[in-house]
């Protein structure tokens, strides 16, 4: 499934069997998540994609010519040189490359990857069930990171990340307090039954502080709700790759050592914790499977907020 330029439907089609450069396996891919980074792609919020692009990085195949399954994630390759690399950061490099932005992705029957960049998956996940993993669950991961040791976690936007975060703060014995859009009962049942402790709109106050926020929803307005919500020396996490504008705010939501950060991208690091950590949780992600020729359709239903958990393509069908 091809994007040819953004805001147009992805288009089928027959393109050549892609040939693997040095150091790069060719997969047969089985399954791909699909992720609010593919709408943000789709609908021109990310500047520079490679055009036309095959989107997706949540991708779940088998090498070709090998028994091995492997995960592929949106960090693609990166200059192992730049100061960023050099100091452990290489989410943050100069030059890096990101599967299903500047590389070909997993809406495709095969895809190529830098073996350097890709996963070994844990036992016990089918391709569908292993997906959301790879990205929902690492940036969330990162994102948790950065939250601290908060023991009063809130999730603003409870999709594809959160439901994962959620179970893994709770096995971490965080108390989880979900926050989904105004009105979403569905969506706030869907978070107590993976532990959250309250579950309510963004449009409300939690019944007590929180120590963190993650927000997962790309939307500006959430960040002073999340301040204000904050007990003192309390930190918000945007995990986002794109978030609306941030709307002005007093001094005084931030004060008091209250602290505002962004994650970009996520480390290997990151991943072969998160891949690791996953079946001692153990984390189970909630999917719904599109057919490879309904990726238009799976986009629109993430975009409505009509996806529970994690929307995925059965490539492999």
């Not at 027959?14 to 997969?27: C, F, I, K, N, W």
């Not at 603003?156 to 009105?183: D, L, W």
């Not at 480390?267 to 057919?291: C, M």
Request: proline letters at 7%; a negative charge; hydrophobic letters at 40%.
């Amino acid at each position: 499934m091809v994007l040819d330029r953004p805001r147009s439907s992805l288009r089928q089609a027959e393109l050549p069997e892609p040939t693997p450069g040095p150091g790069q396996l060719l997969v047969e891919v089985q399954t791909c998540g699909v992720c609010r980074t593919d709408l943000h792609v789709f609908d021109g919020e990310l500047p520079h994609p490679k055009l036309p692009l095959v989107l997706g990085h949540q991708i779940v195949g088998t090498v070709v010519g090998e028994d091995r399954r492997v995960g592929i994630p949106w960090l693609g390759w990166t200059d192992g040189e730049c100061p960023f690399c050099r100091s452990g950061r290489e989410n943050l490099c100069d030059h890096a490359r990101f599967t299903g932005y500047d590389l070909d992705g997993g809406y495709a029957e095969y895809t190529v990857v830098d073996e350097r960049f890709c996963f070994p998956l844990p036992q016990g996940y089918s391709g569908i069930e292993a997906a959301p993993l790879l990205c929902a669950g690492l940036i969330g991961y990162r994102s948790l990171r950065l939250a601290g040791d908060a023991e009063r976690l809130g999730l603003y936007g409870f999709g594809a990340s959160a439901h994962i975060v959620a179970q893994v703060a709770r096995h971490e014995g965080r108390r989880v307090f979900a926050f989904t859009r105004p009105g979403d009962k569905e969506g706030q049942t869907f978070a107590r039954e993976l532990g959250a402790v309250w579950a309510g709109g963004s449009d409300e106050a939690p019944p007590e502080e929180l120590d963190a926020a993650i927000i997962f929803a790309p939307v500006g307005a959430l960040v002073p709700l999340a301040l204000r919500a904050l007990a003192k020396g309390g930190t918000v996490v945007c995990a986002g790759i794109h978030m609306t504008d941030i709307p002005a705010f007093p001094y005084d939501l931030l004060w008091e050592e209250r602290v505002l950060r962004s994650v970009a991208n996520l480390t290997r690091r990151d991943g072969e914790e998160f891949l690791a950590l996953a079946p001692q949780v153990p984390v189970r992600t909630v999917v719904e499977a599109f057919p490879l020729e309904r990726a238009n359709e799976a986009l629109e239903s993430l975009r409505s907020g009509r996806i529970r958990g994690s929307a995925v393509l059965d490539v492999a069908g």
